[in-house]
């Protein structure tokens, strides 16, 4: 969103942005929304419903840009993101545009976000299941000219094949907002002030879930202030 603003403020360029939202708006840049014309089939394989509904968003996200093509509309590039499927059919739409593929996670039954848990055991439903929901993905890597992903472990997720497509650019840390202050001093709800003199063990996350971690993150707890008892844990 940040590059699309960038590249919109100036009158140059036109920059359109497809997105299911309809509460979410970029200056200067054209949003166009989307729905699915359905939900996967009740009846669908198990293991085809994460594919059926990429495919019902994809061809939706289509006929937008086939509404762009018909306008007269060429784009000089498309990014997009493969997980829901919005970008399957765009070299079908735009052949000769080239299309960058955000490469953020690949599924895959071990080493990635399933398998770390041992209270949550894998069996071969599951393993299955994760080999057809990177459907959509394969498609992506396919068709599209290069791939972007945030850090090499992104990369270095998806099929070796298609690491030479893929290219690493980091998403960026804001220096101005995120650097040390050796002044620092943060007072808790409790009255306790915390200076860079205290240890302190943050855990940041937008949702208290298995996905992010929390489960692992308190179990692991017990052990880390037994090793460092004086520790803030925020």
């Not at 009158?11 to 309809?22: E, G, L």
């Not at 198990?46 to 509904?53: A, F, G, K, R």
């Not at 069996?123 to 299941?129: A, P």
Request: charge should be neutral; hydrophobic fraction near 40%; proline fraction near 9%.
């Amino acid at each position: 969103k940040h590059l699309a603003a960038r590249l919109a403020a100036d009158p140059a360029n036109r920059v359109v942005f497809i997105t299911k939202r309809t509460d979410r708006d970029i200056p200067n840049v054209r949003r166009l929304s989307y729905q699915p014309s359905r939900k996967a089939r009740e009846n669908a394989h198990p293991y085809l419903v994460s594919t059926e509904n990429a495919v019902l968003h994809g061809q939706a996200a289509a006929r937008l840009l086939m509404g762009l093509r018909e306008e007269g509309f060429r784009p000089d590039v498309i990014v997009g993101h493969p997980g829901w499927g919005e970008t399957l059919f765009v070299k079908d739409v735009f052949p000769n545009t080239p299309y960058l593929n955000y490469c953020e996670f690949f599924y895959r039954a071990q080493g990635l976000d399933v398998g770390f848990d041992p209270s949550v055991p894998v069996n071969v439903d599951t393993v299955l299941r994760l080999r057809m929901r990177s459907t959509p993905l394969l498609l992506a890597l396919e068709a599209c000219d290069r791939g972007i992903a945030p850090t090499e472990w992104q990369r270095n997720s998806h099929p070796a094949p298609f690491h030479p497509k893929i290219e690493v650019i980091h998403d960026g840390v804001d220096t101005a907002q995120l650097l040390p202050d050796p002044d620092i001093r943060v007072t808790l709800a409790d009255g306790t002030v915390l200076t860079r003199e205290d240890e302190v063990l943050t855990y940041a996350v937008r949702n208290l879930e298995p996905y992010r971690g929390f489960p692992s993150f308190m179990r692991a707890l017990p052990r880390i202030l037994e090793a460092r008892p004086k520790a803030h844990v925020l």
